[in-house]
């Protein structure tokens, strides 16, 4: 077959113009030819650059999304805080060696570069399921790294090792020499770092509201995008990464999958009776079929349980001690005391709801603000929270700094127990926010709080001390006995709850002694409602200081070590196959 004629990518002759006469007419002719190919030349000058950095910048997207979704897969297993702490220079390494072996790369690699994002992003799930089983000879300490470092850096590497590549073609002629060679990675990080803090804060907002809206969804979704920026024939190695996600990967969110993991779970005397993803962590309702009882979990943190195996009453048997004992907010004495029909109190955090149903059961008018929409979902279809309570469902900080004027002096009872993910939110123990708690509670009103600390370091101190210098005379409890001197020394770590009981007013903190209403038939409640284990505040040296809004780095630099000791905690209290099993 005869070669099709190519139309001619020169300016059409006007049909029936008439040629070029004189030379005037002639150097006119020049002239509009000379502009038309000058526009020319500049649009597709645009078109190219526009295409290369285009490229770029969808390769920096996802590469920057996938990190967050990679810091999300790990906190179920590790915590946020253990999954975070060297997240960080596991991306530094990746992007340093990506950007320096792009060259290497396009030389070594029998395939172009680009075609090999997919089928990594594709098997980074299943690696991941498989990593997560060895998380505890991995530890937190390593274990983070060690899976990233198996998964999202290979990712990361061929990500940038293509984004270099891409933009050997930019056109940077426009720039002085002096930042024109460097302009590309400069520019291309801090791209990628703005990206990175965005859009963290959009997959927490979107998060659990779909099966593709979760943390392996995220990863499947990812995956697709890169497969449809590098279509190749080697997507078809991609398929055995497919089949286990869609059949065998029990961390993706859908009724066979958590099917699976019940089959699994059974076999252990434990099972799952809901779960989810939420902006505080994954949820899940957990029974354990062997002793009784069932727990709330989010990410490697526990927030609650009770005994399953006892008949409920008026509320249920509580299997931790620290939220019966915060209940004794009612006990301390008081002038003035208004009767509990009267009273009003104040919950900041959820969990699954102890505290608050036993205030709610003795009569009070209780308000609670709970961050997570899921967590109280939970508490109200899992474990009995009532529903005759004033529910918000709100940063508890925005709350009380929009509210608390409104609220002057409006509370008999405040209880503030929060934690999440190895350690406390840092902001909700600032002097700041204990004093607005102070500003709704009523003159002659009492304070719980419930800060879950370590003995061994800092932090608890300068809590406590942020807490004495808000609250003028309180009392401060721990959940359980000392551990010994030889416990002490073999495990390098004293985590506890410690309860603080408070008055606004200086009255010394004292308790009434129970009456039978109070312990609301419950058994849980007759043995530990009355804390026993009383702290000598002289411990904490006033020299640590206290947590204000500005200096919360004070806590922050410890949080690594407390979240570190917690996991380990959870691993006792929890199977090592449950939380990883997620």
Same mark, same amino acid.
């Given at each position: +077959?005869?070669? /099709? !004629? ?82 960080? /220079? ?8 990506? *950007? ?9 690699? &029998?395939? !172009?570069? $680009? ?37 999202? #850096? ?38 990628? !770092? ?61 009724? +066979?999958?958590?099917?699976? @993991? ?16 939420? +902006? ?15 727990? +709330? ?33 009612? =006990?301390?004495?008081?002038?003035? !005391? ?11 955090? =959820? ?77 909700? #123990? ?6 607005? @708690? ?18 061994? @370091? &800092?932090?608890?101190? $300068? ?18 006995? &000392? ?36 312990? =609301? ?18 411990? #904490? ?16 630099? *410890? ?19 449950? *939380?990883?099993?997620?």
């Amino acid at each position: +077959m005869s070669p /099709r !004629k190519q139309p001619s990518k020169g300016p059409s002759k006007a049909v029936g113009k008439k040629p070029p006469e004189t030379k005037e007419d002639f150097e006119e002719e020049l002239k509009l030819l000379a502009g038309q190919a000058k526009e020319e030349t500049w649009t597709n000058w645009a078109a190219q650059q526009g295409i290369v950095y285009g490229k770029a910048l969808a390769l920096i997207a996802l590469m920057a999304v996938y990190a967050n979704v990679s810091l999300l897969a790990l906190s179920p297993v590790y915590g946020q805080i253990a999954a975070t702490r060297l997240h960080q /220079r596991v991306l530094w390494s990746a992007l340093f060696v990506g *950007w320096g072996a792009n060259i290497v790369l396009r030389r070594v690699l &029998p395939v !172009k570069t $680009i075609t090999l994002l997919p089928l990594v992003a594709a098997y980074i799930p299943m690696a991941q399921f498989f990593l997560f089983q060895a998380s505890e000879t991995f530890g937190a300490h390593l274990g983070p790294a060690i899976t990233e470092g198996l998964t999202l #850096f290979p990712l990361v590497v061929l990500s940038t090792a293509c984004v270099a590549d891409v933009l050997e073609d930019a056109d940077l002629s426009g720039l002085p020499k002096t930042i024109a060679g460097s302009a590309p990675g400069l520019g291309s990080y801090a791209l990628y !770092k703005f990206i990175e803090k965005d859009s963290m804060r959009q997959l927490i907002a979107q998060i659990g509201k779909s099966v593709m809206q979760t943390r392996v969804g995220w990863e499947l979704v990812l995956a697709s995008t890169y497969s449809i920026m590098a279509r190749s024939k080697l997507l078809a190695w991609a398929i055995p990464a497919i089949v286990h996600a869609a059949f065998y990967n029990t961390h993706l969110i859908t009724p +066979m999958a958590t099917g699976s @993991l019940n089959s699994t779970l059974h076999a252990s005397g434990w099972s799952i009776v809901d779960r989810g993803e939420s +902006m505080t962590g994954y949820i899940s309702v957990l029974n354990n079929h062997q002793d009784g009882f069932r727990v +709330m979990r989010c990410d490697h943190s526990l927030l609650g349980g009770e005994w399953t195996k006892f008949p409920r009453k008026i509320v249920a048997e509580p299997i931790y001690s620290v939220f019966t004992q915060l209940e004794a907010v009612r =006990l301390v004495q008081i002038p003035d !005391k208004a009767p509990d029909s009267k009273a009003k109190a104040l919950n900041i955090g =959820l969990g699954i709801g102890t505290t608050p149903s036993a205030l709610i059961a003795h009569g009070i008018d209780t308000t609670i603000v709970e961050i997570d929409p899921m967590v109280y979902e939970f508490a109200k279809k899992y474990f009995g929270l009532p529903l005759n309570h004033t529910a918000v469902i709100q940063d508890a900080i925005s709350w009380s700094q929009t509210n608390k004027d409104a609220l002057h002096e409006n509370y008999d009872y405040i209880v503030h127990d929060v934690f999440t993910g190895g350690a406390e939110p840092i902001p909700l #123990f600032t002097d700041e926010f204990l004093a607005s @708690l102070k500003h709704m509670l009523k003159p002659n009103g009492v304070i719980a709080i419930n800060y879950a600390g370590d003995f061994t @370091l &800092p932090p608890l101190g $300068i809590v406590m001390n942020t807490i004495k210098e808000v609250f003028p005379s309180c009392r401060v409890f721990r959940e359980g006995e &000392p551990p010994s001197a030889e416990t002490l020394e073999e495990t390098g770590r004293d985590f506890d709850n410690v309860i603080v009981f408070c008055t606004k007013t200086g009255e010394k903190v004292s308790f009434r002694e129970p009456k039978e209403a109070d312990y =609301l038939q419950s058994l849980a409640r007759r043995a530990f409602l009355l804390p026993k284990h009383e702290v000598d505040v002289s411990i #904490f040296s006033p020299d640590a200081g206290i947590l204000r809004v500005n200096e919360t780095e004070k806590l922050a630099e *410890w949080h690594d070590k407390s979240a570190l000791g917690h996991w380990a905690v959870m691993r006792t209290v929890v199977p090592s196959h449950i *939380w990883q099993n997620w």
